[in-house]
């Protein structure tokens, strides 16, 4: 091996081990988020006045289109997907397929599965007009029809994601099988 070689392979390696740590943090960042609706956040709105479930939601919703959960959620396939091509180019076969398999299970288990499932679902609930004055039987009703089966999407975005993190971890883990 010549010294441009050692060089280059020696940065390839730092890269990879970057491109790496960085997919680690972005799928847990998503992870940790969809874990807090799951054990936390709805199971409060669920014992919450329904109007007030109802409203919180609507408020999260829109407020959770921001410049901070933008990166975490569009960013990880992407970073997932370079930090693959980077550990597959490096020679690093076994990461490369690992880190490569997290980025489509957050793909299409996270990012998609949100965009078609979790998002239309909130859109709805944020075109209803719900008031304290709202009978509260009416929004009981409202609440649980959107409730239960948004706990069940998210817990599947939540799995999905969280496999993800899985394979970045086992990535890091072969990065020199």
Known sequence: MTMTQTVHSTRSIDLVTGALVLSLLFSGAIFGFFYAWVCSTMWGLDHADPRVAIIAMQEMNASVRNAVF?????GTPLVLGAAAILALRSGARAAGLWVGAGALLYLFGGLFLTMLVNVPMNEALGALHITLDTEVAEASRIWTDYSDPW????????????????????????RNA
Do not use: D, H, Y
């Open 70 to 74: 933008a990166p975490a959620f569009f």
């Open 151 to 174: 706990k069940v999407w998210n817990i599947t975005r939540t799995v999905f994601s969280g496999l993800a993190m899985v394979c970045v971890g086992i990535a890091i883990s072969q």
